[in-house]
């Protein structure tokens, strides 16, 4: 109720027209008061048996096994020093110069200089300038950073290398890899472990005859799933991220 009023604060108006409540939330809920409720209710009684599993499970290296290789892409971490090189608004002679200064730094760095004293002289990334370069690459980036994810997967520590994406310069160095040995153990393994554990309780349950569900077909047949799942999948990989 109070998430609904304050969605009805916020968004009544539509075109000049006050939606009245009923409209409301066929509008932008596409379900009727009962059935907006009915989701609350339910999403809630999830949260609370979520929180009763998590309690009572018990943390075995075989579960942080299983929990690592289904999370992986969010698990599996490449540890980077990394700095970018921004050439979208140089000449061609411009950004040649540049393809040449990162050929320079690659040099550099693998001749033993500091890292961070190229991140702090030449690196246009004030994220990256503030952690002296320090950055986390994790599988999932693969799929806006596929030519990164090639280089980064296939080297190992110590190694230097360079990737362009669209009009970055990335020069980076490989410094470690927190595979399952590594994070054995660790607190971020525990919590993905204890994420798996809890799905796949949820999912036992949804799959026996203590479930059931109705769906809504003057609802369903409205929606159009492509655009809820590609919603549901970024907003996801953003919550998955920052857990990681």
């Known amino acids: 109720e109070e998430q609904f009023a304050s969605d009805y604060k916020q968004y009544k108006e539509v075109d000049g027209k006050v939606l009245e409540k009923e409209e409301f939330y066929d509008y932008y809920y596409g379900l009727t008061e009962d059935q907006y409720k009915e989701f609350w209710k339910n ?3 999830v949260e ?5 599993i998590e309690k009572e499970i018990e943390i075995t290296d075989e579960m942080q096994k299983k929990a690592y290789d289904t999370y992986y892409d969010y698990v599996c971490t490449y540890n980077l020093t990394m700095l970018t090189l921004d050439t979208s608004k140089m000449s061609e002679a411009e950004v040649k110069a540049e393809n040449e ?6 040099d550099a760095i693998q001749k033993g200089e500091k890292f961070e004293d190229y991140v702090e002289k030449y690196c246009d990334d004030k994220s990256l300038k503030e952690s002296k370069g320090d950055i986390d690459y994790f599988p999932y980036f693969q799929y806006n950073y596929p ?6 997967t296939s080297m190992i520590p110590g190694d230097v290398d360079i990737v362009k994406e ?3 310069i990335y020069v980076f160095r490989l410094e470690s890899i ?3 040995e590594q994070l054995l153990g660790s607190d971020l393994l525990k919590e993905w472990t204890i994420v798996y554990q809890s799905n796949k309780n949820i999912e036992d349950l949804v799959k026996s005859d203590k479930y059931s569900f109705k769906v809504y077909d003057d609802v369903y047949e409205k929606s159009d799933v492509s655009d809820v799942i590609s919603d549901a999948m970024i907003y996801w990989q953003s919550i998955w991220a920052s857990e990681a």
């Open 43 to 45: 999403w809630a009684i």
């Open 48 to 52: 609370k048996y979520t929180a009763a």
């Open 101 to 106: 200064l990162a050929l320079q730094i690659k």
């Open 147 to 152: 030519e990164m994810h090639k280089k980064v």
């Open 166 to 168: 669209g009009d970055i």
């Open 178 to 180: 927190d595979t399952y």
